[in-house]
């Protein structure tokens, strides 16, 4: 709460219109910014222990080499992470959520979708070959151009828009150098081409698709 009201001291909202979506872990903010453009704030729950489970993904990472210890930390590191990985990726031009601004528990990204409503995820949505060959390329532009893996990829952490596939939901992302990266590629990959499949479509073996990103 009070990191909410400093953004707005700050400038960097507005005002709260309301809660979006509580989650186990997160709780999304629908905020505004001076400008009336609408911000997305998530919100990482401190008092959740869940945040544990998530330290193989930190440890490992070259850029996270100083931690400090507790839970408390743990999720302002989360949501560092997360910050920083969408940073990693806008500035390579991919398709991800805008992030603005992080303090604390706290991510202001740019709000996708209309009037606190989020847009529909892949999950909603109808799918076809088109979207399936974006989300692969994005796979791919991911490793080879932000040299990330996004290792909690799937059908619910990906918008679908007027203008194309929007990734979000980054604080699972790691440096390709991370020993699980490998892993994790591999699992991103399998995880989209069976929502793929189960939908109808015709897919590429995942092998061949993982070989093909790492050449
Ligand atoms: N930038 C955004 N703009 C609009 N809506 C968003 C944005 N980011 C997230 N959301 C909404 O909030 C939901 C949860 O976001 P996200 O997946 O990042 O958090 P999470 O902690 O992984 O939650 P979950 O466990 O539900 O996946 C999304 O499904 C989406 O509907
Ligand atoms: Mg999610």
């Not at 953004?7 to 960097?12: C, V």
């Not at 507005?14 to 709780?27: C, D, L, P, R, T």
Request: glycine share 6%; net charge positive.
């Amino acid at each position: 709460m009070l990191t909410m009201y400093q953004m707005i001291n700050s400038k960097i909202i507005a005002y709260v219109n309301g809660i979006v979506k509580a989650g186990k872990e997160s709780a999304l903010f629908w905020a505004v910014d001076p400008q009336g453009k609408d911000v997305a704030l998530k919100v990482f729950l401190t008092s959740t222990s869940n945040f544990k489970k998530r330290a193989p993904y930190i440890l490992g990472d070259p850029r996270f080499t100083h931690l400090k210890k507790g839970t408390r930390n743990m999720v302002y590191l989360w949501a560092q992470k997360e910050f920083k990985n969408l940073k990693q990726c806008t500035r390579h031009g991919l398709p991800v959520v805008k992030p603005i601004y992080v303090s604390k528990n706290v991510l202001a990204l740019e709000f996708v979708g209309k009037d606190g409503v989020p847009a529909t995820t892949l999950h909603e949505t109808d799918v076809d070959e088109n979207d399936y060959n974006q989300i692969i390329g994005i796979i791919r532009d991911l490793y080879k151009k932000a040299k990330l893996v996004h290792g909690d990829l799937s059908e619910y952490n990906v918008f679908k828009t007027q203008s194309g596939l929007v990734v979000f939901d980054f604080g699972s992302a790691v440096d390709t150098m991370h020993p699980n990266a490998q892993n994790f590629l591999e699992r991103d990959i399998k995880n989209m081409s069976y929502f793929f499949a189960k939908r109808g479509l015709t897919v590429e073996n995942p092998v061949d698709v993982l070989a093909k990103i790492q050449s």
